[in-house]
């Protein structure tokens, strides 16, 4: 049996996995790539990255009524990025995260209003500590705003099916291994990408050139934001909860900030990075990390007074 730590340190990197998203999908928009062209060969690299694993992994026998509820679990998945995407091209970039960054407090009602498990004083000084931190970190102080209500819906709704998504992958077929369970999450969020951008499809055609023009994106996106988190959560969640999960996902904003940095050479003010900060101080705090340190530390006080 896996210790706590180790559980939470793998939702904690399948955040990071989403905060690497949003700076590859800007990338593929300035090459002229469409939201239609990045988010479907996204998923579809995605799902064949994913049931490639599956026949060599260790598999249970699924009945169809449990294939399916995974398989529903997967819709919000695709949704998120289909939502997430679309905000991207419509405000900017450090509101469409701050937006998204809502899962933060959304995922802990799911878990209040649905389970009656009510979040704890630390767990929503956590919360808070992290909504702080997304504000400065987001910029939202420093930039000139082009907030339209068709941009901020869209990223809201992004938000809430990520919180759903979150939430489903810890509560679903807790037992089913997690290669499996992955590839049937993928499969979800495949078919409803697929539908919302078949009419697109139809009318405007896919060329091969195109297709392997955009290929690159689309592998790197498949593997970071369909491949990964559904797997790292799969495993982490269950064992977390999806109150504590949602703020150990919350490692996506540092990460999106730090690959804007690197990647698209933004600037990142230290007001920023004081967000940044926040951000992991409040992760911390909702895992208990600083508790534990401070429960540590009274520990050694104690030993060297009695010694």
Do not use: H
Not at 270 to 278: A, P, S
């Amino acid at each position: 049996m896996k210790p706590i730590w180790f559980y939470s340190l793998l939702v904690f990197l399948g955040g990071c996995c989403f905060g690497l998203l949003s700076t590859f999908v800007k990338l593929a928009y300035t090459n002229g790539f469409t939201l239609a062209q990045v988010t479907g060969l996204q998923f579809l690299f995605g799902l064949l990255l994913i049931w490639v694993f599956v026949p060599f992994v260790k598999k249970d026998q699924l009945t169809n009524s449990l294939k399916t509820k995974v398989f529903l679990s997967g819709l919000p998945m695709g949704l998120t990025g289909v939502f997430y995407y679309q905000s991207l091209q419509t405000i900017d970039a450090s509101i469409a995260i701050i937006l998204l960054f809502q899962f933060v407090w959304i995922g802990s009602l799911l878990e209040w209003f649905i389970d009656r498990k009510k979040p704890n004083q630390l767990r929503i000084m956590a919360i808070g500590t992290c909504m702080i931190g997304s504000i400065l970190a987001g910029g939202f102080f420093m930039s000139s705003l082009e907030l339209t209500w068709y941009g901020t819906i869209w990223g809201l709704l992004a938000a809430m099916s990520f919180s759903a998504f979150i939430y489903l992958s810890g509560k679903v077929a807790q037992t089913v291994p997690a290669i499996q369970k992955s590839a049937w999450l993928t499969a979800g969020g495949f078919v409803v990408v697929f539908i919302i951008f078949l009419p697109t499809y139809i009318r405007e055609g896919f060329p091969l050139e195109t297709m392997i023009a955009v290929a690159p994106y689309g592998l790197f996106l498949g593997l970071f934001g369909v491949l990964l988190p559904p797997l790292l959560f799969s495993i982490g969640m269950p064992k977390v909860g999806g109150g504590l999960g949602t703020i150990l996902s919350s490692s996506e904003l540092p990460v999106a900030i730090l690959m804007s940095t690197i990647i698209l050479k933004e600037t990142v003010s230290v007001v920023q990075w004081i967000g940044v900060v926040i951000i992991l101080v409040g992760i911390a705090l909702g895992n208990g990390v600083l508790s534990q340190l401070v429960g540590l530390r009274k520990t050694r006080i104690s030993v060297i007074k009695n010694s």
